[in-house]
């Protein structure tokens, strides 16, 4: 996908090191699909890392419908595009997201929410093909943490926040807040955050196994880049293999789950990429995955 707009491409390449500093009423075009909620571009040294940063920073990026969908069709936009091995999804230094737009949800009736399945689409990062790293500083609340956990990997900046205050405002977690945190970090601290509305910070999300990683803030998007890179320079069909069978593991039993990962193993072996991955083993030299 083809940068066009000049500006953000040369920003692009001048700050590979940090989160961009962008004006909310700055629009973005790339591939020719302009973007008023969020900041697309290609990262990394070999341009094959996607990166989509929240641009709401008035409202701590609050996930209004409009974001949501751009957020979509930018994963839309990275699926097809065969150079990108990863998606890193990040927000501000403040605020990954402070959760789904209370002002947009006020108002709104539960024959609006269940007859217009309200919120449906926000289950497209779920779905995405390529692996999506949540790269989290500041605060990642209500939909803004279960956006996170959406994402395959969750790297933390050190003043990252987690919490599902929705009890606080009346609600529950409707984009799978009871469902992953329940298995991301188990039954008494999930249940915990959902009923008293309380946030564990970056070094308890990383104890409890809800991230991977607790970066320095100003280090935290180049550390997600680098993870995106290294997963972009193995075969792109063997990861989405490894992918589905991870995922798998929160859907199956542990039979199912064994057989769909010993049919997944198996399939490697019709790529050409796991004979090229072994032949440059035995061979003593770097792999090339050509992706096929
Ligand atoms: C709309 C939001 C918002 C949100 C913050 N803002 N969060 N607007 N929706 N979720 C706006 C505020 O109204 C304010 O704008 C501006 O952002 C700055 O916020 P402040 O509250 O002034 O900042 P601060 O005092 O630093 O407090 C930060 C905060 C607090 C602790 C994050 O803003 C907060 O509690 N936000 C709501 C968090 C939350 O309840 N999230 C769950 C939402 S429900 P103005 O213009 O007023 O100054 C949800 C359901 C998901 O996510 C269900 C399925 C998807």
Redesign the pocket.
């Known amino acids: 996908m083809a940068l066009l707009c000049r500006s953000a491409a040369l920003l692009c390449k001048s700050s590979r090191a940090a989160p961009l500093a962008v004006s909310a009423a700055h629009k973005y075009t790339t591939g020719g699909v302009t973007y008023d909620y969020i900041v697309v571009e290609k990262r990394g040294e070999k341009q094959n890392v996607g990166f989509i940063q929240l641009n709401r920073p ?3 990026n ?2 209004c419908d409009g974001l949501m969908l751009e957020v979509g069709k930018a994963l839309d936009a990275f699926e097809a595009d065969k150079d990108i091995g990863a998606v890193v999804i990040t927000g501000s230094d ?2 990954f997201a ?8 006020q108002n709104r009736t539960f024959q609006e929410c269940y007859g217009g399945n309200f ?1 449906a689409h ?1 289950n497209r990062v779920s779905m995405s093909k390529k692996p999506v790293i949540a790269a989290v500083n500041g ?1 990642a ?4 943490c ?1 956006l996170a956990m959406m994402c395959d990997i969750i790297y933390a900046g050190e003043k990252a926040h987690f ?4 009890i ?2 009346g ?1 529950i ?3 799978g ?1 009871t469902q992953r945190l329940t298995r991301a970090v188990g039954k008494s601290l999930a249940m915990e955050m959902v009923l008293t ?1 309380d946030r564990i910070n970056a070094q308890e999300a990383k104890q409890a196994g809800l991230v991977s990683k607790v970066c320095p803030v100003d280090q935290l998007v180049p550390e997600a880049i680098k993870c995106g890179e290294k997963i972009a320079a193995n075969s792109k069909l063997v990861s989405a293999m490894a992918k589905e069978a991870v995922n798998a593991a929160y859907e199956l039993t542990l039979a199912e789950g064994n057989r769909l990962e010993k049919r997944l193993f198996h399939s490697t072996f019709a790529t050409e990429d796991r004979k090229e991955g072994m032949t440059a083993f035995v061979e003593k030299r770097k792999a090339d995955f050509q992706d096929k």
Do not use: Y
């Not at 402070?98 to 949800?105: H, Q």
């Not at 609340?141 to 803004?144: E, I, K, N």
């Not at 919490?163 to 929705?166: D, K």
């Open positions: 008035k409202v701590l609050a996930l403040r605020a402070a959760g789904a737009d209370i002002k947009e949800m919120l926000w605060f609340l209500g939909g803004g279960e919490g599902q205050p929705e606080l405002l609600t977690p409707g984009a807040g509305g």
